[in-house]
């Protein structure tokens, strides 16, 4: 059971920028934390960030990995959340996930972001 | 940061085995921790939360423990359908929220 979609990812040149949508048919998604996690081929899932909700003041938090070179958003009207990733480094290659909740109850396939030149 | 460990990194088991995956927390995160399950393809899946609560949908064999630093993720009749990768993540207040490395349950 997919509650989320991901789409934009592919491959992308080192120091590019790419942006990750995530779509959400959870009629709540704007009373939900989103988060980004990401795989890595071979490695372990990596927590990247999250925004709160508009009414815990949609403020962000993100991994020291990406601070700075990512940045989420959300549009709640369309129940979209946005991974802004910039700056990108061949270390970000990876299957990206966004997911709902403190406890990540919703899930995507996840979208495959390879940076290589 | 607050870091999470798990073991065993491999687990080898007979279906219908009892097992155990340890969770620990570098410091106290209450009893907010969740529990995964992770198989190639396929979305990653929520077995447990809040350290001990069933996810809706998850198999009643799995079950979780543990409040503070030590959690542990318990499969009551291991299932073929079981071998997977399993990671905890903490989601306490303190900022960034972290996975353990994964324990990856294989056939033996």
């Known amino acids: 059971e997919v509650d989320l979609v991901e789409s934009g990812g592919g491959l992308v040149q080192p120091g590019r920028s790419l942006r990750l949508s995530c779509e959400d048919y959870e009629f709540t998604f704007g009373n939900y934390i989103i988060n980004w996690v990401r795989q890595a081929p071979g490695e372990g899932l990596e927590w990247l960030g999250f925004?709160?909700?508009?009414?815990?003041?949609?403020?962000?938090e993100y991994a020291a990995s990406v601070k700075g070179r990512f940045a989420i958003s959300r549009d709640d009207s369309r129940r979209i959340a946005y991974l802004q990733m910039n700056s990108l480094k061949a270390e970000d290659t990876g299957m990206y996930y966004c997911t709902r909740g403190h406890y990540s109850s919703g899930w995507g396939q996840g979208a495959l972001v390879t940076v290589s030149s | 940061d607050i870091q999470v460990t798990q073991s065993p990194s491999t687990l080898s088991a007979y279906v219908g085995d009892r097992v155990t995956i340890t969770c620990r927390a570098s410091q106290s995160i209450s009893n907010l921790l969740a529990w995964y399950q992770l198989k190639p393809g396929k979305a990653p899946k929520l077995l447990i939360f809040d350290a001990s609560k069933l996810e809706s949908g998850a198999p009643s064999r799995f079950s979780g423990s543990g409040s503070g630093t030590e959690f542990t993720l318990t499969i009551s009749s291991l299932q073929t359908d079981d071998f997977a990768t399993y990671y905890c993540q903490q989601y306490s207040s303190y900022c960034p929220w972290t996975f353990g490395p994964g324990t990856r349950v294989e056939i033996k």
């Open positions: 925004i709160r909700s508009k009414t815990d003041g949609g403020t962000t």
